[in-house]
């Protein structure tokens, strides 16, 4: 069946430093492949996502790239913010037969970024 | 984007009672919600998928007769905790696809923390 694996966390990092959340996945077909992020207690919000291979998916300067020779999603950030703090979780949907499709997700990654 | 609520956000009962959590797709149709579970080292598990009109499927493992769903209609679904316990102390989330958005991403409400005395 399909499977999401992402880096474990916690990840600690300084201000504006650089970030990857590595995210491999196993699919079969042309999954859809997003990023979503969890504020404390929140629920989750879409962070950026991507529908084919080599589509780059983007959103407050954080970016994905689908790699399908790779089976990867990593997500990447040039530098991070203070308010960046929070969990990612990498998902992916299942080909679209037109019922909805689960979302199979990673077990998140949390990322701390401190002053 | 497409926004889906939840109610309660929290939630403290006694244990043995029941509670129940709504969930509602605010400005679309959902044909389908699905309800997640969050433990506290993060880890999402897929509950149940609630489809209107119809009996939800459950996941392996997952009590029917705990987690009582119901998808009264295409904008609410229902999830209630029975005779609740300590153990069902967890943060709960809902989410549907929104059809118009075809590429299977999926909308969360902003979860609900069940406290169970």
């Known amino acids: 069946g399909d499977s999401v694996t992402q880096m474990e966390g916690p990840v600690t990092l300084s201000e504006e430093a650089f970030l990857t959340i590595n995210c491999t996945y196993t699919?079969?077909?042309?999954?859809?492949l997003f990023w979503y992020v969890q504020y404390p207690g929140e629920g989750l919000q879409l962070l950026l996502k991507?529908?084919?291979?080599?589509d780059k998916g983007s959103n407050k300067g954080f970016e994905a790239t689908y790699r399908k020779e790779t089976t990867s999603f990593h997500l990447e950030k040039g530098s991070v913010q203070v308010s960046d703090s929070a969990v990612y979780f990498c998902?992916?949907?299942?080909?679209?037969?037109?019922?909805?499709?689960?979302?199979?997700f990673g077990t998140g990654t949390r990322l701390q970024v401190t002053l | 984007g497409a926004v889906v609520s939840q109610h309660p956000s929290r939630v403290i009962c006694k244990s043995g009672t029941s509670v129940k959590i709504e969930c509602r797709s605010l400005?679309?149709?959902?044909?389908?919600m699905f309800w997640y579970r969050q433990f506290p080292k993060q880890s999402l598990m897929l509950m149940a998928t609630s489809n209107e009109g119809s009996k939800a499927t459950y996941e392996q493992g997952v009590e029917k007769d705990k987690f009582l769903i119901n998808h009264a209609s295409l904008t609410l679904s229902t999830l209630t905790v029975t005779s609740a316990h300590p153990e069902d102390s967890s943060f709960y989330i809902c989410?549907?696809?929104?059809?118009?958005?075809?590429?299977?991403?999926?909308?969360f409400g902003e979860g609900s923390r069940l406290t169970v005395l």
């Open positions: 699919a079969t077909g042309y999954p859809s």
């Open positions: 989410s549907a696809p929104d059809p118009r958005v075809g590429t299977g991403e999926l909308f």
């Open positions: 400005d679309f149709q959902a044909t389908t």
């Open positions: 991507a529908t084919k291979a080599d």
């Open positions: 998902a992916l949907s299942g080909v679209n037969t037109g019922t909805a499709s689960k979302l199979t």
